[in-house]
């Protein structure tokens, strides 16, 4: 392919592979805005990450067939980059789905054992990628939804008010120049 597919494929796939988190979520949205991705192999994974969906196996291991070496090495926590991005990925995702949900569901929603599904959620909390807290003697993680209704009425208040202080910029403007405006 030319110059522009290839580091679009090649910025897809790092998407893909990085910490879940916000800066994560702003890349993704990016590149799925971008028509030229829709012509890149991997779009369709990337629309489901962008999506926040919960990725299965198969689609995975379909990714996994596409990577290059190097990013298929076992890191320090036994975990391929792919395997750790995806439990990331899927944690998150769960956590849009579920207000809580046992440790032991979370390994198997996660495809992983319950410590180290344990051990994903805690790191993501602490590094402030996901909200939520473990309660160890229950066995449960919850998740802290931030996407709340008062968040987004706040954040729709916010660009109404940037819309109207656009507006009467323009207004100022007009009238400074002379031209009458009525409203």
Known sequence: GDGASDCLANAIVCAILASAGPQRSRILATLVKDERCTRIPNFSMLHKVYLERILRVAEVDAFGATLKPHQLVVGDDGLTVLSRAVSEHNLLSASKLYNNITIEELGMLLGVGGDRAERTAAKMISEGRMSGSI???ENVVTFHNTDSGHAIVEQWDGQIMSVCLQI????????????????
Request: charged share 25%; no cysteine.
């Open 135 to 137: 309660d160890q003697v």
């Open 168 to 183: 009467n910029g323009v207004v100022e403007l007009m009238e400074k120049k002379g031209i009458s405006v009525v409203m």
